[in-house]
């Protein structure tokens, strides 16, 4: 039997308070799953961040805000995670293909792409007669085995790839120069007029329109591209944000470590820890690169303001069809800011029609990236970013939207992306157990503590490990060990007490060994039960993938 269930509403187009009035509907509520690419927890205007997100802000307002949610340091593990509730490596992405020595994509679970020892959130749903779509970025496979439906979806338009030009069917690095594209399973092209954040909405808009049985209740799994690399935005929703970080990535750490301690998201007293040494401080740069740089963040910006705006589009759409108030929305991210080096590529980015000329506002072939200092500076308060273990690779927001009339929460229970399955599951009544034949999902659900927060989502026994990208977690209660990879990293495990130390800056390994080798005990069985491989010696992911892009430059023809 479905929970009976109340659908807050906000949008800013129709109202700046929420829906006061229960929803009665007694239909299975409708699943609205929001996937953002490479955004840090507090990027968002409700977690604190800089860019205007009026329509997620006004989901956030009306539901719980989770500022403890982890993900997988790199997206398709996440993503894998996300959809089955089970361990990456169980579900065959332990890493990314562009991250492996190719000898690696022949390991049981490093293929890198869904296999089928695990059922997907869509596939689960088709057990109630859920009509299910999804639209924008898959890169969990595309072929005619692995892309969406062969794996629960009704209908799809997705980029099977990790990344691509928002504009155009075009890849962003050498290893990745074209871009592929799949409608209801097979190629397709682009749309005129095609911007990612429009025409994934615009897709899923006609989904809805074309349904033959608009009556059975609806999962819809939106993947945006904002803000992976490129970052590009329209003009108009750029300009806006050119002043805003003109102080550099010094002053921006501060402010988000402020911020953060405002809204209760750390202690008042926590520690930030400084910038790596490997990172510039802003006085050093040149005037030039420092307009580059500002720009790059204010496209940043204005994707994340374009998503938000085509968001909007959506929910209002869903008002118009009478859905709105019969919709759960669960809005997260992939991995943390995108601290990879791009500086290397823009040669090649300039031959292959990209540009870096700022008076254009990061609009078509813009080749915009955060850069490692900025990103370090947006995962702020936290330590590292993504490709790497720390919080800041990890952390990442979650908002659950429309579950019942309560007042807004924001809540620091620690939860991981494999939660979101079994919450799904749980809101619409189908057991997380009933999947014979199939992997064990390790995720919790959420519902029980949005219902009653005295209920924990993981008590003191319950571990969660992690491995991608040769970086490595695991959690246990208030504390955590981590392995961070190379070049930023040392490969060394750590062990912090996130709750009075979340942005990991004292190492307490000595002060609590027996706790340390408690955890790394448990890391290690998970290791092995999940089929952790260890990456041969010297390697780190982004190496991997500067070294495939230079054998792409050189050898361009080659597949």
Not at 213 to 222: A, E, G, L, T
Request: hydrophobic residues 35%; proline residues 6%.
């Amino acid at each position: 039997m479905t929970r009976s269930l109340i659908f807050l509403f906000v949008l800013q187009i129709f109202s700046a308070d929420c829906f006061g009035q229960e929803n009665t509907n007694e239909n299975p509520p409708n699943i609205v799953l929001i996937l953002i690419d490479d955004s840090g927890l507090m990027d968002f205007g409700s977690f604190g961040g800089e860019a205007q997100t009026p329509n997620i802000d006004s989901l956030a307002k009306c539901g719980t805000m989770f500022t403890n949610m982890h993900a997988s340091p790199v997206c398709a593990p996440s993503r894998a995670m996300l959809l089955t509730g089970s361990d990456n490596h169980l579900a065959g992405v332990a890493n990314l293909p562009e991250m492996l020595p190719k000898e690696y994509q022949e390991l049981k679970g490093y293929a890198g792409v869904l296999n089928d020892s695990v059922q997907t959130i869509a596939t689960r749903l088709k057990e109630l007669n859920y009509n299910t779509y999804v639209t924008g970025k898959w890169h969990l496979g595309h072929d005619e085995n692995t892309l969406p439906t062969k794996k629960g979806f009704d209908r799809s338009f997705i980029l099977g790839a990790s990344g691509a030009d928002n504009y155009e069917a075009s890849g962003y690095l050498p290893m990745k120069s074209t871009a592929q594209w799949y409608a209801d399973g097979k190629p397709t092209d682009l749309p005129e007029h095609f911007y990612s954040s429009e025409s994934y909405v615009d897709e899923m808009i006609r989904f809805h329109i074309e349904e033959t049985d608009p009556k059975q209740p609806f999962f819809s799994y939106i993947a945006f591209q904002a803000i992976h690399a490129p970052v590009q935005a329209p003009k108009e929703f750029v300009e806006k944000y050119q002043a805003i970080y003109s102080e550099g990535w010094d002053v921006l750490r501060e402010k988000r470590f402020t911020k953060a301690k405002q809204m209760g998201i750390i202690p008042e007293d926590a520690a930030m820890n400084p910038m790596l040494e490997e990172m510039n401080p802003w006085a050093s740069i040149s005037e030039k690169d420092k307009k580059t740089y500002i720009t790059d963040m204010a496209v940043m910006a204005g994707m994340l303001d374009a998503m938000d705006y085509h968001v909007g589009r959506y929910i209002a759409y869903l008002k118009e069809i009478g859905e709105a108030e019969n919709t759960i929305f669960i809005i997260t991210s992939d991995n943390g800011p995108d601290g990879g080096d791009y500086e290397k590529l823009y040669g090649w980015a300039k031959r292959n029609g990209f540009h870096r000329d700022f008076d254009k506002n990061g609009g078509k072939r813009y080749y915009g990236t955060i850069g490692p200092e900025f990103a370090s500076a947006i995962a702020a308060p936290f330590s590292y970013f993504k490709y790497y273990a720390g919080e800041g690779g990890l952390r990442v927001p979650l908002i659950i939207s429309g579950l019942k009339a309560s007042n807004h929460q924001i809540d620091n229970s620690f939860c991981f992306i494999t939660d979101i399955a079994p919450t799904i599951y749980d809101i619409v009544g189908l057991s997380t157990s009933e999947n014979k034949g199939y992997h064990t999902i390790s995720g919790k659900s959420i519902l029980p503590h949005i219902e009653n927060n005295s209920v924990p989502i993981y008590d003191s026994k319950d571990g969660v490990g992690l491995e991608a990208a040769a970086s490595s977690a695991y959690f246990l209660g208030d504390y955590k060990i981590v392995k961070n990879n190379t070049p930023l990293g040392d490969k060394q495990w750590k062990m912090y007490n996130l709750k009075i130390d979340p942005a990991e800056t004292t190492n307490i390994t000595s002060q609590n060994p027996m706790l340390f080798h408690t955890l790394l005990s448990k890391y290690e069985l998970f290791a092995k039960n999940v089929g952790v491989q260890p990456m041969p010696e010297g390697y780190n992911a982004q190496k991997e993938v500067g070294r495939k892009s230079l054998r792409a430059m050189l050898n361009p023809f080659k597949k």
